[in-house]
């Protein structure tokens, strides 16, 4: 286990998790890494650290630049375990080393989870001399956590953005130059669509202070490190937190006896005919972040689910209630299903995407039993109409 150089003297010293496929929900199917980085300066300091199964390997990897009971500082940007839970066992190997977090929201999120200890308080806009360099610190709160903050070292241009530009992505290159440019920026707008969307203003807060550091290097706490394709990224971001919007539709359905299908394929074929780009996802097959993410930047969703008993298949109440927890904004939206006798679950989707603030393209749209062709001509014609609107 070898750490690896990013700077003279910064390394990357963190752990691979290549077999990781689901974080709260969100399938990660490529795995992904949880990122610290060693700065050796008078004072040696250690930015972020690994999910606790993985603490091995980040200390063998430091281990192979340095004794890690010299680590001085241990700064935690961030307090969810993915990037705090080794910080019981370097305390253990580094006794003396003090750790620096966000206040009050840091200190109280790391003393509640792994019991009292003393931390040093971190306010925004604070700085850290370590030697050579001073560490800058800017609270990012809600990006995604209150806690979250970021730590710029201006020596190197280094900005440690810890899970803001990150992505579960886990691969043994480290820089973005290395890898496939679209993967990365897929993985990116993956992990924005799944973590931080809810959070788009204050994300936007902090892009605009990022883009005033003059940073060369952007170093997330997940996936791959941005360096030559730094405009990307940023752009990606002012993209993504501006919540702009494509011409483009997301149909996603559950069926019981095709029916509701029928009709999911008959929207998709009317977007189609607007010109509007268009995907049809069964939410059985399909996992929810992937249609998460084509929705972060889509202006239309249709929504149906047949009827059962007296409401919706499951898998898309499951749909909905993540739906709710990102809230991407300004959809315009279709509820529509088929029923056998009630039809409770297109009124229940109608009103779950209305009280979610969002736009009824068109009144709910309900069949009962199957859809014959002229149901079906009907549902594209209703389409169409709104849509010249
Ligand atoms: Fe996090
Ligand atoms: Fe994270």
């Known amino acids: 286990m070898q750490a690896y150089q990013i700077r003279n003297e910064v390394y990357w010293v963190g752990a691979i998790d290549w077999s990781l496929r689901t974080f709260h929900g969100y399938a990660t199917e490529r795995g992904s890494t949880y990122n610290a980085y060693l700065i050796i300066d008078e004072k040696i300091t250690l930015i972020d650290n690994v999910k606790e199964h993985l603490g091995d390997e980040m200390m063998a990897r430091i281990a192979s630049i340095i004794d890690p009971s010299k680590i001085e500082v241990i700064i935690s940007n961030h307090g969810e375990p993915d990037h705090s839970g080794s910080l019981l066992?370097?305390?253990?190997?580094?006794?003396?080393?003090?750790?620096?977090?966000?206040?009050?929201?840091?200190?109280?999120?790391?003393?509640?989870?792994?019991?009292?200890?003393?931390?040093?308080?971190?306010?925004?806009?604070?700085?850290?001399?370590?030697?050579?360099?001073?560490?800058?610190?800017?609270?990012?709160?809600?990006?995604?956590?209150?806690?979250?903050?970021?730590?710029?070292?201006?020596?190197?241009?280094?900005?440690?953005?810890?899970?803001?530009?990150?992505?579960?992505?886990?691969?043994?290159?480290?820089?973005?130059?290395?890898?496939?440019?679209?993967?990365?920026?897929?993985?990116?707008?993956?992990?924005?669509?799944?973590?931080?969307?809810?959070?788009?203003?204050?994300?936007?807060?902090?892009?605009?202070?990022?883009?005033?550091?003059?940073?060369?290097?952007?170093?997330?706490?997940?996936?791959?490190?941005?360096?030559d394709h730094l405009t990307e990224i940023v752009g990606l971001y002012d993209y993504l937190t501006t919540s702009q919007k494509q011409e483009k539709a997301v149909v996603v359905y559950d069926t019981m006896w095709e029916s509701t299908f029928k009709m999911a394929v008959a929207l998709t074929e009317a977007f189609k005919d607007a010109g509007i780009p268009v995907t049809l996802y069964d939410v059985k097959t399909t996992e929810i972040s992937d249609i998460m993410t084509d929705l972060?930047?889509?202006?239309?969703?249709?929504?149906?689910?047949?009827?059962?008993?007296?409401?919706?298949?499951?898998?898309?109440?499951?749909?909905?209630?993540?739906?709710?927890?990102?809230?991407?904004?300004?959809?315009?939206?279709?509820?529509?299903?088929?029923?056998?006798?009630?039809?409770?679950?297109?009124?229940?989707?109608?009103?779950?995407?209305?009280?979610?603030?969002?736009?009824?393209?068109?009144?709910?749209?309900?069949?009962?039993?199957?859809p014959r062709p002229n149901d079906l001509l009907q549902i594209r014609e209703s389409v169409l109409e709104a849509l010249k609107k």
């Open 89 to 227: 066992a370097l305390l253990k190997k580094a006794p003396h080393a003090k750790v620096y977090a966000s206040t009050p929201n840091g200190i109280r999120i790391l003393n509640a989870i792994y019991g009292e200890f003393p931390i040093v308080p971190v306010k925004n806009g604070d700085e850290l001399n370590i030697g050579k360099r001073t560490l800058k610190f800017i609270h990012a709160p809600m990006v995604h956590w209150p806690d979250s903050m970021v730590t710029y070292d201006a020596l190197d241009r280094i900005l440690f953005s810890n899970d803001a530009f990150g992505q579960h992505f886990a691969t043994s290159k480290r820089w973005d130059s290395e890898v496939d440019l679209a993967t990365a920026l897929f993985e990116a707008k993956k992990y924005y669509a799944n973590i931080v969307i809810p959070y788009s203003a204050q994300a936007n807060r902090l892009l605009t202070g990022v883009k005033t550091l003059g940073a060369e290097i952007i170093a997330p706490s997940h996936g791959i490190i941005w360096k």
């Open 296 to 370: 972060a930047d889509a202006k239309y969703l249709a929504v149906g689910s047949s009827t059962i008993s007296n409401g919706m298949l499951s898998p898309i109440a499951g749909f909905l209630n993540y739906l709710r927890e990102m809230a991407p904004t300004q959809l315009r939206y279709i509820a529509f299903g088929s029923y056998g006798w009630g039809g409770q679950s297109i009124q229940m989707i109608d009103e779950q995407l209305e009280s979610m603030g969002y736009e009824r393209l068109v009144p709910k749209i309900r069949i009962n039993f199957v």
